[in-house]
Structures are given as structure tokens and as C-alpha cells.
């Protein structure tokens, strides 16, 4: 029997600048059972993937880091390697191994169901893929993505991301008081592709990053989905757990304290949700650095925010101020 396992993560909640992105992956896992927990798929793809950048110091066999993208994205002041690197050789190589294979930004956004929100300042080019590796240690990664994969009995089904821009962002801020309901928003829309995605057989687990301390989710899964009951399995301190009838399969959620370390699905999320926003806080800052050249760019969190908000403000009329910064 195969358990699909998804996870979910975001990137890009805390920032004033640029959009909040939430990954989502879905691994098709052979040989699992009923009643077991989820396979460590750490163990499962050791061949083709490690934990940390302290395990790539070492390797030799071209494997990818799958991690916290925290833990991934290198410091933008880092000369000798691109701050992108690891984000993105994973990405390419998760999608590679599912046969997509992204040849600039604009295809890497359409593989992943991103859609950058109408403003000029995601405009413009597309941007050739790799940035930060040549195509050809790309496709040795890919490879060895895949033979792990295919050893591993691991299928990857789904790496999407959606994403909620400045002024949608605002909008949910504004009528609900709360940040979280712009995440919410696009939990909803993976869990609704998951269940559109999935073929109503295999047993299905799906766990999420907590939001914040919040523990009560079932109202949430409810109003995403609903023809489903949300039962409650548990709700502590670490985890909330549901079941979720009605579905059609045997299916759970759980939103769980720091998942991204404990389950690789969740981990890849966050990746690709980090990459995504990397990407289009990219053309953000070719957009007004074409019309500034000499503004420094910015990756749009607070302190950071407020100097490039000082620095750009030659170019920024009023009305393009009130849509470009997040609120709340």
C-alpha cells in the first residue's frame, strides 16, 4: 500500500515587502502500513539526499540538502557562492525527478501553480535557470534525485506554491485582524489540490508547520473543505491532530511545532515556498533598481524594509507606497 505524505510551509509571513508563499509537496511512499507512522524519508533517500550543508561539506555523491530553506539560503554578502544555491538545486532536482525541468523563473513559477500578484514589479524578463549552478550539475543532482527516488519506492506527485500578494495580504489582515488567515488561505487551496490530486485510495497524511501557538484548527479545515468533518485526534502543546471524514480515503492532518524537522515533506515546502519568494523579491528589485540604479536591494523584512523604503522613495508615488507595503 502507498501513504501519500504532503507537507506544507511558508515563507515570507513576517516581512513588510514582497509576498507571503506557501509550498506544498506530495510524495507517493510504497511499502507502507496501516497503523505505522510516517516513513522517515530522510532514511528512505539517504542515497540522493542529506539533512544539512555540514553533511554536502563532505559528500561526494552529489546529493541535495532538504531542510529548513533557514538553514539553506546562504548570507546575500557571500561572494565565492550564490545565497540561492542550495534552494534551488533542490527545487530543480525534486522536479527534475518528476520530469519538469525549468529552464528560466517564468517556467519554474508555471510548474509550481504560482501566480505572482499584477504589479509591474513582478513584471519583466523571465530569468535563466540555474543562478547559482551550471545546468550541468543540475542534471548530475536530478539524477541522483531520481535513483533514490526509484530505490527508495518514493514518488513525488505534487510541488506547488501559492501565493498571497501585498494588497490581497492587506485585504485579509483588514477584515479577519489576523496575519494567519492570509496562510489559511492558501492551506485551503493545497489541501483542495491534494484532494483533487489524489486518486480517493491510498491513505493520506498531511502535516503542516503550526500556525504561531494557535492549536484549534478543525474550524479552519471546515470552512477549506466543506463536506469534510474535521474529528479531533489531538490537540497539545506540540501537535493538533484530525481526521478528517468525509474525505473519501483514509486521511489526517496534523499541524505540528517546528515540522520541518521532523518530516521531509515539510522541509521541501519550505524550500520551495522560499525559493518562489526569493525569486520574486528578484525581479522586485530589478523593477525599481531600473528606475533607481543606485538603490541597494532588499529581501523586504522590517529593518531592511523601512531603509529601502527611505532610499526608493525618489521613485515611489503615493499610491504605489500604499500597495506595496504589507500591514499587520
Known sequence: MALIYCGIDEAGYGPMLGPLCVGLTCFAVDGWEPGEPAPDLWDRLRSGV?????ELRTDRRSRIAIADSKKLKLSNQLKTRHPLVHLERAVLALLGSAGVEPVDDGHLFAA??????????YGGRARALPVGSLPSEISVARNVVGSAMRSGGVEPIELACGVVGE???????RTTGTKSEATFEVIGRHLRLIRQRCDGENPIRIVCDRLGSRRCYAGLIERALPDVRAAVVDESHERSVYRLDGW????????????????????????V???TRELAMA?????????LPELKPTAGYYADARRWLADAEPVLS?????????RG
Open 167 to 173: 494588497q490581497r495580504f492587506n485585504e485579509i489582515v
Open 248 to 271: 473519501g480515503c483514509d486521511t489526517r492532518i496534523v499541524f505540528e511545532v517546528e515540522a520541518e524537522d521532523g518530516h521531509l515533506p515539510v522541509a521541501a515546502a519550505s524550500i
Open 112 to 121: 509550481l501553480g504560482v501566480e505572482l500578484p499584477d504589479e509591474p514589479w
Open 50 to 54: 542529506c539533512r544539512s550543508l555540514k
Open 318 to 326: 503615493p499610491a504605489v507606497r500604499t500597495r506595496l507595503i504589507r
Open 283 to 291: 525581479r522586485f528589485n530589478r523593477y525599481f533598481s531600473g528606475q
Open 273 to 275: 515556498a522560499k525559493l
